[in-house]
């Protein structure tokens, strides 16, 4: 291959890569600032009745609602 060959075809990649790299980078910071608003999406819930029953029942009363 010759090198104005290899010039064009590396000259022709580097946009695409950078930018994938910045749109990638751009969705990363969305997912960040999603993430901190609804911090409640991270927290542990019992995934059944019973599971909740037992949770509750295992809580100090000064800490019940």
Known sequence: MSRQRKR??????????????????GVAILLFLVAIEHQEWFS??????????????STSQNNRS
């Open 44 to 57: 542990l819930k019992p995934g059944t009745g019973t599971a909740e029953a037992m949770s509750y029942a």
């Open 8 to 25: 064009l075809v590396s000259s022709i990649g580097e946009p695409v890569w950078s930018s994938l790299f910045f749109m990638c980078f």
